[in-house]
């Protein structure tokens, strides 16, 4: 399953752990998703997985 917001589209961010010697490793950082009931135009009830942060703005209107 893919780790993105099917509303604003933010999905993960790839970056690096740089140590003191300068050692670089690669860490992933992944978005705050959840999984919610929301009511489509037409009716219908379907399950999403949208970013905390249209949660919060309204972007999404929960069933």
Known sequence: MAAHCEVCGKQRRVANNVSHSNIKT????????RRVHTRLANGTRRHVRVCSRCLRSGAVAKA
């Open 26 to 33: 690669k860490s992933i950082q992944r978005p705050n998703l």
